[in-house]
C-alpha cells in the first residue's frame, strides 16, 4: 500500500465491517485532525458508500471536523457541574480573547474552540482541556494565561525547528 492514501487505506480497513462507515472517519480525523472533502470522496469510492450518506454522518455528529483545526484545541466543557460553576463566562472569555466563536479557528490556525459535553472531571469544575491537558477550576482570570502557556510553547518548538 506505499504510494495509497491514509483515506483509502482506512476505507479498506473498514469497507467489510458492517455499520463502520463511522470508525473509518474517526480513524481519519484521528489522523489528520479533522475530514478533509478530498478524504471523504475517497471513502465513498472505496466503501462503495453514496458521497451523501457520508456528508450526513459528518455534518450530523458534532465531534466531526471539516476544516483544518488549530495547533492547539481549546475544548471548553459544557457539562451540568461545569454550567453550574460559570464555564459560560470562561467560554466567553475565551472567544473575547481569541477574536473567534464556538467552533471557529483562530485566522493563524494557531487556536480552534470548540464545546463538549463532558469530560469527565466534575469534581474540577469548570474544565477546559487543550490538546489532551486538562486544566481544572478555570476562572476568567486563567484564560489568558492559558493562552499565552500554548503560544509559548508553540513558539519555542518553532524556534527548535528553525535552529536545528
Known amino acids: 500500500m506505499g504510494d495509497t492514501s491514509v483515506a483509502t487505506q482506512v476505507a479498506t480497513k473498514w469497507r467489510k465491517k458492517r455499520g463502520s462507515l463511522i470508525m473509518a472517519l474517526h480513524e481519519i480525523q484521528d489522523i489528520k485532525g479533522y475530514v478533509p472533502w478530498e478524504d471523504a470522496l475517497e471513502v465513498a469510492q472505496a466503501m462503495n458508500i453514496p458521497l451523501a ?5 459528518l455534518t ?3 465531534f466531526f471536523k471539516l476544516e483544518a483545526p488549530g495547533k492547539a484545541v481549546i475544548s471548553v466543557c459544557t457539562g451540568t457541574a461545569c454550567y453550574l460553576k ?10 473575547k480573547e481569541l477574536g473567534i466563536g464556538e467552533g471557529e479557528s483562530t485566522p493563524d490556525r494557531t487556536f480552534h474552540l470548540q464545546c463538549v459535553r463532558c469530560v469527565g472531571c466534575c469534581g474540577l469544575a469548570p474544565v477546559c482541556v ?6 481544572g477550576r478555570v476562572t476568567v482570570g486563567h484564560v489568558h494565561n492559558i493562552i499565552d502557556e500554548w503560544r509559548k510553547k508553540f513558539d519555542d518548538e518553532d524556534k527548535e525547528l528553525a535552529h536545528g
Open 130 to 135: 487543550v490538546n489532551g491537558k486538562t486544566y
Open 60 to 62: 450530523f455528529y458534532n
Open 86 to 95: 460559570g464555564n459560560d463566562k470562561v467560554l466567553e472569555e475565551f472567544k
Open 53 to 57: 450518506r457520508i456528508y450526513e454522518v
